[in-house]
């Protein structure tokens, strides 16, 4: 009998804890799919592919061409094209899937949280909140803080950022998981006076939002993505293995 392929939509530290677990388990052979848009990804436990699929009817090709037994879509909260196009493979295919979400982040007493739903409606929030911006949503995006050239940002990300991006940039490139006092110790040095970020959630970059609630910075949330329509997700990698029945 030959193994049960899982292919899993991979990226996130999530994903590879769960690429290890069905590693682990015999009779599963497991995929891990990376789009390759970070230069240095972590080591996954298994098979693994770089680059995309071509839409939805590529990734469909892809699970019966590779006789994928299930599919799970581990990719970043904020991959919102990623998962539509894994939840119309899947669909098309007949082939399970399971979306891993890891829960959003929630404020705690102290947190001067200002929600917007998109990085341009961060963007319009910023000149009424403060001058020295912490940016943390990626290389990806900047091109919507490109026309506040009276601001001065500081954005981390792993990689280094694609332009066009704000005339006042400097670029810190670093991976988490970060420390509260390492945190706070950037916000001062920099002097930073508001902080934005996406809700990703998780604990490798939360201490953030501990340092800015200490320093009482203001916080510009970028709210995530809703799933798909009629789409279910799972918080953890425990629940993706219930799911599976492993």
């Known amino acids: 009998m030959s193994p049960r392929h899982v292919l899993v939509l991979g990226g996130t530290a999530e994903a590879r804890r769960l690429a290890a677990a069905l590693a682990a388990r015999p009779g599963v052979r497991v995929t891990t799919s990376l789009a390759g848009r970070v230069a240095r990804p972590g080591e996954v436990a298994g098979d693994v592919r770089s680059g995309g699929f071509g839409g939805a009817q590529g990734l469909a090709d892809y699970l019966r061409a590779e006789d994928v037994d299930t599919l799970v879509d581990a990719t970043h909260p904020f991959a919102e094209s990623i998962t539509a196009n894994a939840v119309r493979a899947a669909r098309a ?6 979306v891993l979400r890891r829960p959003g982040w929630r404020p705690a007493p102290g947190d001067r949280w200002h929600e917007a739903t998109s990085l341009d409606g961060a963007a319009a929030l910023l000149p009424g909140l403060g001058r020295r911006v912490f940016l ?3 290389r990806l995006g900047l091109a919507a803080f490109a026309p506040l ?23 810190l490139l670093a991976r988490g998981p970060f420390t509260e006092p390492g945190e706070t110790a950037l916000l001062r040095a920099h002097r930073i006076d508001v902080l934005v970020t996406k809700d990703s959630g998780g604990a490798a970059t939360a201490a953030k939002l501990t340092a800015a609630r200490r320093l009482s910075l203001p916080v510009v949330v970028v709210r995530r993505p809703a799933p798909p329509d009629g789409v279910r997700t799972v918080p953890d990698v425990a629940g993706v293995l219930e799911r599976l029945g492993l």
Do not use: K
Not at 93 to 98: E, F, L, S
Not at 157 to 168: E, F, I, N, T
């Open 149 to 171: 050239d009276g601001l001065r940002f500081l954005v981390r990300c792993v990689d280094p950022p694609a332009p066009p991006m704000p005339r006042h940039t400097e670029v």
């Open 93 to 98: 295919t007949g082939v399970p899937a399971v």
């Open 136 to 138: 943390t949503t990626g």
